[in-house]
């Protein structure tokens, strides 16, 4: 387990997006969370900016690349966009950017239920080891770690971040 | 090797799906589960997943059909697979190609998946027997052995409707003897778990010791209905009839049709299917068809997301390791 104040990274996390929200004047956005930390990261945020509409969720399991690698997986909750995507400024929400395929994923979901006027990314954690030019907006905090080590965020209550080493 | 090992693989997992005889209560809730999530996917903009993207899908039909192969066509698309149909009175095999060969022309395309409807019981069985081994074959329909993805998509509107399958009573009305969608469907039901599967039939229109099915026999529709949660009415199929079994059509529907006053005694929220096509006025009277009990056209819809779950599990039989979310 990581000893980190989660709590303080998502405050940090809620006042940036405001900030950066309001040099673009970017009003009336939704928020979008990714199955599972994700959403558990933008619950929290979507309370603390008071958002109009409800938290959309996003489980990208029908769009990963390694379908052909590791198939279907067991029990897809499937994703919830109650609002329309089309010409919102959306802020896609999740807990670990690594590779960048996940949000590859979500991207391409997201436009197939309509084109956005925008998307920003936040993270609460970004970490070493990107495959694709994928970058976040916000970042809660940013670390270095081998290709060996993997990263979770565990929750929902209390959220955690723990460290883990493959064998 | 019997049919229940031929559709699973080394590890257990759906690889063909000829029957839902054997398969286990776990992996029919699987089925119902992946299909309530790809249930959504047909409400979007854009009505498709990349899942089997790259993937060629053959549907084989050697005999007629409209819903089934329409829905299995609109499956594999919304997955972003290639399709292609082959009507086969329609194409080589009428100029004497057998059976093998066309499998093995159609194995040189790089198929990946043949979905098979077929007047003989066991020609699916038969030809998952003799494809390549990357190959998966679905069973659409084989004469009047099974119809598992039909049996499928009626457990999923079932659930749709009931929540749970323990406390249902089901009722199966009319022309169990030639029905593959019945067989089907009590095996799925049993397997589920309802707590009591009925038929409802005369003598001639039930198969020797159905009763070993584990399903209640009754003659009489309004015993058969009565307190039923589930009232299932079958297709007269009178093209698979080879002799008199039945004095008169008249006589059926006065017997056996489903009408308004026979519903009565089934439970006040009971639900009617039908797996189509309906001869309307012999199993059932259209006021009823088209009535506040019948769920016939959400079956149709329902088939289109069974299907692709279906499809999407025998092509993706990978799943060992949990790849972490990156």
């Known amino acids: 387990m990581i000893n980190e104040d989660i709590e303080g990274l998502l405050e940090q996390i809620a006042l940036d997006l405001k900030s950066l929200l309001q040099a673009q004047l970017r009003t009336d956005p939704v928020m979008i969370g990714i199955h599972t930390g994700g959403i558990w990261v933008a619950a929290y945020l979507h309370k603390k900016l008071h958002l109009a509409d409800p938290l959309g969720e996003l489980n990208i399991a029908f769009y990963r690349d390694d379908f052909s690698h590791i198939g279907i997986h067991p029990r897809v909750t499937p994703s919830n966009l109650p609002f329309d995507v089309d010409n919102r400024h959306i802020i896609l929400v999740d807990d670990v950017l690594y590779t960048g395929r996940t949000i590859r994923a979500a991207l391409n979901e997201i436009f197939d239920y309509g084109r956005p006027a925008s998307v920003t990314l936040v993270v609460l954690l970004e970490r070493s080891g990107r495959e694709l030019p994928i970058q976040a907006n916000i970042i809660g905090k940013s670390m270095t770690l081998n290709a060996d080590e993997h990263v979770k965020l565990t929750g929902p209550e209390p959220l955690a971040l723990v460290i883990k080493k493959s064998e | ?326």
């Open chain 2, 1 to 326: 090797m019997t049919v229940t090992n031929i559709q699973l693989d080394s590890n257990g997992r759906l690889k063909h799906f000829l029957t839902t005889e054997g398969l286990s209560q776990q992996l029919l809730l699987d089925i119902l589960n992946h299909a309530e999530s790809f249930a959504g996917v047909g409400k979007r903009a854009v009505k498709k997943v990349p899942l089997l993207r790259g993937k060629t899908v053959v549907n084989l039909f050697f005999e007629p059909s409209t819903r089934t192969r329409t829905t299995f066509e609109l499956a594999a698309k919304r997955l972003s697979a290639d399709v292609l149909n082959l009507n086969i009175p329609y194409s080589s095999t009428s100029k004497g190609e057998t059976l093998s060969d066309t499998l093995r022309t159609l194995e040189a395309m790089h198929s990946d998946m043949f979905v098979v409807r077929h007047d003989n019981s066991g020609a699916a069985h038969y030809i998952a027997s003799q494809v390549a081994p990357h190959i998966s074959v679905i069973n659409g329909g084989d004469g009047r052995h099974a119809h598992p993805t039909q049996a499928m998509l009626d457990m999923f509107t079932i659930r749709r409707h009931k929540g749970t399958f323990s406390s249902l009573v089901v009722a199966i009305v009319g022309d169990i003897l030639h029905s593959r969608v019945a067989r089907s469907l009590i095996h799925a039901l049993t397997t589920l778990g309802v707590c009591e599967v009925r038929v409802v039939a005369p003598n001639t229109l039930l198969p020797a010791e159905v009763e070993k099915l584990g399903v209640h026999v009754f003659h009489d529709m309004r015993r058969g209905l009565a307190d039923a949660d589930v009232v299932y009415m079958l297709r007269l199929q009178r093209e698979r009839m080879r002799s008199a079994l039945l004095p008169s059509e008249n006589e059926y529907f006065y017997r056996y049709g489903l009408t308004r006053e026979k519903l009565a005694v089934a439970r006040p929220d009971v639900i009617v299917m039908h797996p189509g096509p309906i001869n309307r006025g012999i199993e059932i009277e259209s006021s009823v068809a088209d009535g506040e009990h019948s769920v016939i056209l959400e079956q149709v819809s329902h088939g289109i997301a069974v299907r692709m779950a279906v499809m999407a599990m025998v092509m993706g039989r990978f799943h060992d390791n949990n790849a972490e979310g990156t």
